[in-house]
């Protein structure tokens, strides 16, 4: 089986670490994947906006670079919705009927890490050590326009050392939502604000998700209060081991 | 009189200045987490609600595929009940009927059973115009009436005030316009609804004329449905001698048969409750009991238009219970004024671009963004309607609308974001900027993000660089 690593472009240019341990956390667990250069970007950006004209070639480059291979990761609960289920939208409105079938081909294949985790390689004890006390939140596109249900979480609980704590009303939006951050900034802080209020009243020291936008706006809020927790990925949690550890100390 | 949505601002400044006011924001926390864990009770008692939920969308689907047949058979159905049928393109004919009807019987005064579509005409502003009184006997809509204020929501227009305001509001206003609050009143839920009932029970007792919407249109037997919480809806569709309603053209289904499915779908989503304690219907005009008159005033205001809408037209099947404003973390911050129109949070998002269409007003352009897209009015709509995706698709429309003049800054830069990331290449040559913009954005520190947000640390490279340097392959 071939596998391609979708970095998505946020991870590539403000968080390569995600997808460092994203690739290490595959390799340790034996797939050996890829990482097609020509990739860029899956075109949420400019679906979400509505310039759907110009995410046509954004949405070709990602089938050209992506098709030859047997299933595409991506740590990005929104960039693997996006593929699943704007791609048809912007392929079918550009009028090119080879492009939409070609990524009507490709979308089924590509899976967002904790899917590909539990979903296709069966594993949910991927070796890791994460010693602390992490709560969880479920990003709104990886749960409902996915349907990843808890297996992040079932990922998280293999994880030795880890204790997991309740995050409080935890299926609700961070108020991210791309372009909405800045379109209805107060809006968007509003809602972040409670988010952040959930997240300490868990006493945890980290919060986890699977999307580094998500996290990004949560962490800025986070550090613009001065909390004191940090923000990780699942991948960033999943890609530690023992040896890490020791390493490190 | 209640005030006018007109000349509000776009979305993101009302929002801004709403959520300046604390007092909102707790009543609307309140009443949101407390409608929602009802709700969430009673939609998991039903075990088969997923196939409910696809039968009420079905049903919806059907009407709307051949809405001028039902209506046809409406029309016919409500005039052998004895019903006088008119059409209305829009809200000024609408209107026009209603003040025709109420002048024909020398009313200078109606009273009216909760409904949307009337505050979507602006009915109660173009009465006044023609000196009819129009007095709202729903509890909420009364108390946004004598408050001189705006609906924020669709089941409950006065969510956003507390018992304390509601009681002032009562003592201050109530004796302007009929029947006093008590001196003693207290903000005690008993004492207030008991004060409403007193001012309400003259205005029903004294009015000729009712006006109603309907909640559905049993096509085959003419048959209008209004279900509510209260029974003063109940009070106008049977004391008055004349009866107008005002339905949207949306609003018919083919039977009787139909309704069991919506009656087990619109309670629970709505209030809660497992069954509404009121359900009304009346089928034309029946000798010596209830109005001796009705009119049917089938409403289209640009309904026809959404229907013409292929991702749209779904907004059509929504049967007004509220739920995705409930769930909503926008609506939940921001309340229903800051939407600017009758119909709030996120079907009011879509259905309101949807009625006026793109590019011809800027508030209305802003309500398609009004929104995360998280998908939580989805998951909760009892009609499945997708309203992420047409939200998209309408900002598809806005975006489409404004091509052609002058391309503002996010134009300008989504064309060259679009360039850069339809290559590996170009984004590869971006990002050895990316470290520069991040730090100018951290200095100049106007941008949107940063009012209220940290930006992440810029890395010391990308994932790309760490990849070829490592792995030597790309
Ligand atoms: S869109 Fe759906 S959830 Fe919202 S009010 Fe209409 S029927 Fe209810």
């Known amino acids: ?156 609980r293999e994880v030795r050392g880890l204790r997991l704590v309740e995050l409080l009303e935890a299926t609700e939006c961070c108020g991210f939502g791309g372009t909405f951050a800045m379109k209805n900034a107060a809006t968007s802080v509003a809602i972040g604000e409670d988010k952040v209020r959930n997240v300490l009243a868990t006493g945890a020291q980290v919060l986890v998700a699977g999307d580094r936008s998500c996290l990004t706006h949560i962490g800025g809020l986070l550090s613009r209060a001065r909390a004191g927790v940090r923000v990780m990925h699942l991948a960033d949690v999943l890609a530690r081991t023992e040896a890490d550890l020791e390493a490190a100390s | ?91 000024d004919e609408a209107c026009r009927v209603v003040a025709e009807v109420a002048k024909a019987h020398g009313a200078h005064e109606v009273v009216k059973v909760k409904s949307m579509a009337t505050q979507e005409i602006g ?11 129009a007095w709202e006997t729903d509890l909420a809509e009364l108390i946004v009436q004598l408050g001189d204020d705006l609906p924020s929501h669709i089941l409950v227009p006065a969510i956003h005030r507390n018992r304390s305001e509601v009681r002032d509001l009562f003592r201050s206003a109530m004796g302007e316009s009929g029947v006093p609050a008590p001196d003693d009143l207290t903000d005690d839920p008993a004492r207030l609804a008991e004060a409403a009932r007193l001012h309400l029970r003259e205005k029903f007792l004294r009015a000729k004329v009712a006006v109603s919407g309907a909640n559905f249109a049993v096509a085959d037997t003419g048959t209008l449905v209004v279900v509510e919480s209260e029974g003063n809806g109940r009070m106008c569709l049977t004391l008055p001698e004349v009866l107008v309603s005002v339905v949207g053209v949306e609003k018919v289904v083919p039977s009787w048969q139909d309704l069991e499915v919506f009656f087990q779908l619109l309670p629970r989503s709505s209030t809660g409750e497992r069954m509404n304690p009121y359900t009304s219907t009346w089928t034309g005009i029946h000798t010596g009991d209830g109005p001796q008159e009705v009119h049917v005033v089938l409403l289209d205001n640009g309904r026809t238009r959404a229907l013409a809408d292929e991702v749209g037209r779904q907004a059509l099947r929504c049967i007004r219970c509220s739920a995705c404003l409930n769930v ?18 996120p079907i009011g998002a879509i259905l309101n671009p949807l009625l006026v269409g793109p590019g011809a007003d800027r508030q209305v352009d802003s309500l398609p963004y009004a929104s995360t897209l998280c998908g939580a009015c989805y998951e909760a709509c009892p009609v499945r309607i997708d309203i992420p995706s047409v939200l998209v698709d309408l900002r598809a429309q806005v975006v489409d609308a404004h091509r052609g003049g002058l391309p503002g800054p996010e134009a300008v830069a989504m064309k060259a974001a679009s360039r850069v990331l339809a290559s590996g290449r170009l984004l590869a040559l971006a990002e050895r900027l990316t470290t520069p913009v991040l730090r100018i954005a951290r200095y100049v520190g106007a941008s949107a993000w940063t009012r209220g947000r940290e930006l992440p640390a810029a890395p010391a490279e990308t994932f790309r660089t760490w990849w070829r340097r490592k792995e030597g392959t790309s």
């Not at chain 1, 690739?23 to 020509?38: C, I, Q, S, T, Y």
């Not at chain 1, 590909?116 to 594993?123: H, I, S, T």
């Open chain 2, 328 to 345: 909503c973390p926008v609506y939940e911050r921001t309340g229903g004024h800051a939407y600017g129109s009758v119909y709030p949070g």
């Open chain 1, 1 to 156: 089986m071939r596998v391609a690593l979708s970095v998505t472009c946020m991870n590539d240019a403000l968080f390569p670490e995600t997808g460092r341990n994203t690739a290490k956390l595959l390799r340790r667990l034996g797939v050996d994947v890829e990482f097609p250069a020509g990739q860029a970007c899956c075109a949420q950006p400019m679906v979400n906006t509505g310039y759907l004209a110009e995410a046509v070639p954004v949405l070709r480059n990602f089938v050209r670079t992506f098709e030859e291979y047997d299933a595409v990761v991506t740590p990005s609960g929104s960039c693997a919705g996006s593929v699943r289920h704007q791609h048809a939208i912007v392929a079918r409105r550009s009028g090119d009927a080879a492009l939409a079938h070609r990524s009507a081909e490709l979308a089924p294949r590509v899976y967002e890490l904790s899917e590909f985790l539990v979903d296709v390689l069966g594993v949910t004890d991927v070796g890791a050590t994460f010693p602390g006390t992490v709560t969880y939140h479920p990003t709104c596109h990886a749960l409902r326009m996915l349907g990843t249900a808890d297996r992040p979480v079932q990922l998280l």
């Open chain 2, 123 to 133: 009915l109660n502003e173009a009465l006044a115009a023609e000196g009819i009184d």
């Open chain 2, 1 to 91: 009189m209640t005030g006018t949505f007109l000349g509000m601002p776009p979305f993101p400044e009302a929002a801004r200045r709403a959520l300046e006011d604390g007092t909102l924001r707790a009543n609307l926390d309140h009443a949101t987490s407390t409608i929602r864990a009802k709700r969430d009770a009673v939609v998991a008692e039903v075990e088969d609600w997923e196939e409910l939920r696809l039968a009420g969308a079905a049903i919806k689907d059907d009407v709307l595929l051949r809405l001028d047949e039902h209506l046809l058979t409406l029309e016919t159905s409500l005039r052998a009940a004895g019903a006088v049928v008119h059409w209305a393109r829009d809200a």
